[in-house]
């Protein structure tokens, strides 16, 4: 299967334990292959299937979460 990279800002983690819970609730979401977190960098790079999911989905589950999320080219 085909799957694509995407790359979000993330806005408001404070410490680590913020990354990992958006990992692990981007890791729940289905057709995400991979996806890593970093607080020191604002950003989380996620590996989707584009056939279940979207960018915008895994902006959506980000956001549920208190955080604010955008695309980075």
């Known amino acids: 299967m085909a799957t694509t990279t995407h790359t979000f800002r993330i ?3 404070h410490c680590g334990s913020c990354a990992l819970l ?3 609730a981007l ?3 289905p ?8 607080m020191k960098q604002a950003r989380s790079t996620v590996e989707l299937d584009p056939g279940q999911n ?3 989905d ?12 955008s695309p980075l080219p």
């Open 58 to 69: 895994v902006i959506k589950v980000i956001e549920e979460l208190g955080y604010r999320a």
């Open 31 to 38: 057709g995400v292959r991979s996806t890593q977190t970093t």
């Open 11 to 13: 806005e408001g983690m």
């Open 27 to 29: 890791e729940d979401l």
């Open 54 to 56: 979207s960018p915008e």
């Open 22 to 24: 958006i990992d692990d």
